[in-house]
């Protein structure tokens, strides 16, 4: 069964027959050259000091063959870019599923992260100049980029809290601080860096402090003195860096938007991105899935006499697993509709819906995939522990699940108390009257 008719229905009115033969073209490409080429791209990763100096060469294979079939990014909504490939959020989320299904696929079509949230800023904050010089290549696949909030000193989590200072000089901006987190610093292709920092520390608005600057790679001053590891995974030539800046100057063009804008380009550019984490996850799950499938159906592996799949609990985990991803995707299909009928500022709950909940149904399916491979699941001989490891962080990175939690609740609890207050008094006032006028005596003691 092709992707194409396998949309759910709820979400099939809003995607058009390009899209459809897009997304058929996504899976033919993610299923038969992408997951291959996984293993391959892990064997030409480089070795010691080579580690963060070389990139496997199957990517650009792959992008070669992407751009030729016009699999090229498809991230930039159709509604507010016209640098983009003309999908819209829901169409690029039914895609993004299927590249999350493999390691490199969303670099290969130039879907990736942190590039994506980058260009959205470019192509929405940038000026004419700065998106001649990072916009244009970022989008061709030239470069890559990384976006610098997270300072180890400071929980980051509340971006009021972002220390590294932006201070003005004549004709220059110097910038002192650290950084870590910094996703895609470690990559030779790395060429720009979005940095956020406090230009206005004593400006009375919080939310008028941060500013977001353009520091060129290879800006004296700026020290990527080491790489971090998730769950021992260096995610290179990617990987995560701790970066310090001393006195780093570059010219006053390099400001994004203007002084004090920061908080507006990050709300602006986590919109869409974090949704696009998202609809990764859901491919993933699909991922782990199919490698439970096929563990549980092993003729080599008949645990107490049977294959797992007569084990009752076994296909119970199946049904879940289906259960809990068919409800996570309606779940984020649907923040991308709302996205694409206003913008993302107006789909705020439905994202954070999206946000918190895809990763931990991911993360729940993918567990048992690993469970049921036994010690085989947790080691490099199938792809499930790279997952859970890599879907772990999510509920971390681009604001933690209790943050996206408390802004959901606050808006539920804000939003609704008043409507559902009044209508609950009246009906038990309504309740007291019609038990008074059939004689009998209120009940209610609230
Ligand atoms: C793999 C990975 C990649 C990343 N990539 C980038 C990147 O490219 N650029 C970048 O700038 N950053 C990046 N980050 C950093 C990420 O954005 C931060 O880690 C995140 O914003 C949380 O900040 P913090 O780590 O300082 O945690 P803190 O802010 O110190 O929070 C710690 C914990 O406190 C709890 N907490 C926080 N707020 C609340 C609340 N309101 N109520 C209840 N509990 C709360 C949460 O459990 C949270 O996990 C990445 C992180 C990871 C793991």
């Known amino acids: 069964m092709a992707a194409s008719t396998r949309i759910p229905p709820i979400a099939q009115p809003f995607v058009s027959d390009r899209a459809k033969k897009t997304l058929d073209l996504v899976e033919q490409f993610v299923e038969n050259d992408c997951i291959p080429a996984d293993a391959v791209f892990q064997a030409q990763l480089g070795e010691g000091e080579k580690r963060w100096t070389t990139t496997p060469a199957v990517l650009e294979d792959l992008k070669a063959k992407a751009k030729k079939l016009g699999l090229w990014n498809m991230f930039l909504p159709k509604n507010h870019f ?7 959020n829901l169409e690029y989320g039914l895609m993004a599923e299927l590249l999350g299904k493999s390691k490199i696929a969303s670099e290969a079509t130039n879907n990736a992260a942190p590039d994506t949230g980058n260009m959205e800023v470019f192509a929405k904050y940038g000026s004419e100049a700065q998106k001649q010089q990072w916009l244009a290549p970022l989008l061709d696949g030239q470069i890559r980029s990384a976006f610098l909030m997270t300072e180890p000193d400071i929980a980051s989590s509340d971006a009021t809290n972002i220390e590294l200072d932006i201070r003005r000089e004549g004709n220059e901006y110097v910038l002192n601080g650290s950084k870590w987190w910094s996703s895609g610093a470690g990559d030779p292709r790395c060429k720009i860096y979005l940095v956020m920092g406090k230009t206005d520390a004593k400006n009375p608005d919080p939310y008028k402090q941060q500013s977001v600057i353009l520091v060129p790679a290879g800006t004296p001053g700026m020290k990527v003195h080491r790489m971090l590891t998730v769950y021992g995974y260096d995610d290179a030539p990617h990987g995560h860096g701790h970066i310090t800046f001393k006195n780093v100057r570059v010219p006053v063009s390099n400001m994004v938007l203007g002084e004090g ?157 008043d409507a559902v207050t009044k209508k609950l008094t009246w009906q038990r006032d309504e309740a007291d009257r019609l038990l008074n006028a059939s004689g009998f005596k209120p009940k209610s003691q609230l």
């Open 82 to 88: 016209k640098q983009g490939a003309g999908y819209s």
């Open 261 to 417: 804008r920061g908080f507006e380009i990050i709300q602006g550019r986590l919109g869409p991105g974090r949704i696009h984490h998202a609809m990764r996850t859901i491919g993933a799950a699909e991922k782990a899935v199919e490698w439970m499938i096929v563990r549980i159906n092993d003729e080599r592996k008949k645990p107490f006499g049977q294959p797992l799949s007569s084990h009752g609990v076994i296909l119970e985990w199946i049904a879940k697993s289906r259960i809990e991803i068919d409800a996570a995707r309606l779940i984020v299909l649907n923040a991308a509709i709302k996205i694409d009928q206003g913008d993302a500022k107006s789909a705020l709950k439905e994202i954070a819906q999206a946000k918190v909940l895809a990763p931990q149904s991911a993360l729940t399916v993918i567990d048992r995939a690993v469970q049921s491979y036994g010690a085989a699941g947790v080691c490099q001989d199938t792809p499930l522990a790279y997952l859970w490891a890599g879907i772990r962080t999510l509920r971390i990175a681009d604001g933690p699940d209790e943050v996206h939690l408390q802004q959901l609740g606050r808006r539920e609890n804000r939003t609704r108390k």
